[in-house]
């Protein structure tokens, strides 16, 4: 069965930085597709960026330049490091196993002063 479960978010400064984990497990991790979405209150889920196996695909035009995904394999992890954090940055966010399409269950990010 696959799980993924995120971790690291919490409430920061504007400017601030966080890196988010997703472990995932019950999957060959090395061959699937992982994102990152975000959702902040009252709007609809939104993607942020997508890693194959290759490396990172793209990033959405909100976050490019601050945000950047990575992951390592050996410890079926895929992360998320965030710079310069916005208020607006402020969401839910969620790793997806994009090739099965499973989601974990999203960690919150509070970007405030």
């Known amino acids: 069965q696959v799980q993924l479960v995120e971790s690291g978010g919490g409430l920061v400064q504007p400017g601030g930085s966080l890196r988010l984990s997703c472990v995932a497990s019950?999957?060959?991790?090395?061959?699937?597709?992982m994102g990152w979405y975000r959702q902040a209150p009252g709007k609809q889920r939104e993607w942020v960026t997508t890693i194959t196996n290759s490396g990172p695909t793209g990033y959405a035009d909100a976050v490019k330049g601050r945000f950047t995904v990575s992951r390592d394999n050996a410890k079926n992890t895929v992360y998320l490091q965030m710079n310069s954090l916005k208020p607006e940055d402020t969401a839910v966010y969620y790793c997806?196993?994009?090739?099965?399409?499973?989601w974990g269950q999203g960690t919150q990010v509070t970007v405030s002063a």
């Open positions: 019950g999957t060959r991790f090395s061959i699937v597709n």
């Open positions: 997806r196993l994009i090739n099965l399409n499973y």
